[in-house]
């Protein structure tokens, strides 16, 4: 059997938009993913947070969104002093209160 214990998953409505945020929490860090449609790793960023200094790379590059995905996985990396792996699979480009919104409902999570 597996444990679900700190398995995160929440769908979340922005301007008619279906977003699944599913946060997987480790000691060290979080994988946090975002699909809309189908459950599919899309591009992938890895954030390393460690005494006030966050260095980031990108696994999986995009064609867009490449700023929001930076943001959010240098945050919660921030946050969490550790590290966090951020995939996002979407439909078409995220206009700004998606982001918003998406931003609130991660940091909701990790805290």
Do not use: H, W
């Not at 990396?77 to 609130?104: D, H, P, R, W, Y």
């Amino acid at each position: 059997m597996i444990s679900q214990v700190g398995y995160r998953k929440k769908t979340v409505n922005v301007n008619q938009r279906d977003f699944l945020v599913q946060i997987v929490p480790f000691d060290n860090g979080n994988f946090i993913s975002i699909t809309e449609g189908k459950e599919k790793i899309g591009t992938v960023v890895v954030s390393i947070g460690l005494g006030g200094r966050v260095s980031s790379a990108t696994v999986i590059p995009s064609k867009s969104e490449t700023i929001f995905l930076k943001m959010v996985s240098e945050r919660v990396a921030s946050t969490i002093n550790g590290i966090c792996l951020f995939s996002l699979n979407i439909q078409k480009e995220l206009e700004l209160e998606s982001m918003k919104v998406l931003m609130n409902e991660i940091m909701e999570i990790i805290k």
